[in-house]
Every structure is written in C-alpha cells, then in structure tokens.
C-alpha cells in the first residue's frame, strides 16, 4: 500500500496494491480496501471516503518514478507531481481542477514540462513554469 499524509494537504490518502487494509479513524470510522482501491480522508470534516479515481500500477513503478493515473483529476495529479517533481504546482482556474486524465509519467525520464505539456496537448490547459513553481490555466 502507499499511504500519503502531506500537512500543507487537506487530504489524505490510502492506495492498496495487494492484500487488505482497514482505513480507519480513532472515532470508529472505518473503510476496509481491496486491491486497486483508494480511500481520502478529508482532514477538515474528518470523514473517509472510497475515492472515485485512482493512482495505480505496480507498488515499484512508483518507487521507480513511473506515475499512473487512470481517470484522475487535474488536482490530484498535480498534487501528485508536485511530490514527485519537489516544486509548487498551482491551478489558477478552478474549473480546471475537477478535469480528468488518464496517462502513465516516468518522472526520472520525463522533466516537469514534458509532463505538463502532455496534458495540455489532450485538454485546453497552458502552463507556465518559474523558479516559484507551475502555474496551470
């Protein structure tokens, strides 16, 4: 499994791989996963969730820098190249957020620009890149 738990996020996240896992809250709240899936827990209303898109492939692909994403949205991913990628990712239209893609990145081969660019060749999004980070519009 992977668990991610980013303080400046207002998430966290829970991907099974194999086995089983039970996501759960000192309150009792409680999600049991099987393989493939993903549970959210929002930090602020403190509920967990089945997350409806998913990061997958194999529990070594990521460790080697290869990102799948199946029908994840525009936020989600990247949030998740800003960890892989160790820069600041923003999305100025908010519209764009809930945007979904399906696509595979290796982050050793692949620089942050080649990835963004391949996602703006499929949707109508521009990026720009700084020393402060990505901005996506």
Not at 2 to 24: K, M, N, P, Q
């Amino acid at each position: 499994f992977d668990f991610r738990d980013y303080s400046a996020d207002s998430e966290a996240s829970l991907i099974l791989y194999e086995g089983s896992v039970t996501f759960a809250r000192p309150s009792g709240e409680s999600l049991d996963l099987t393989p493939g899936q993903s549970a959210i827990l929002d930090k602020r209303s403190g509920k967990i969730s089945l997350a409806s898109d998913t990061l997958t492939g194999m529990p070594a692909a990521w460790r080697n820098g290869i990102l799948v994403f199946e029908d994840c949205t525009l936020e989600r991913i990247c949030r998740e190249l800003s960890s892989a990628y160790g820069t600041s990712i923003r999305i100025s239209d908010p519209s764009l957020m809930q945007l979904r893609f399906t696509a595979e990145f290796d982050t050793h081969g692949q620089s942050l620009s080649d990835v963004l660019d391949a996602l703006s060749l499929t949707r109508h999004i521009s990026f720009r890149i700084s020393e402060a980070g990505a901005e996506v519009f």
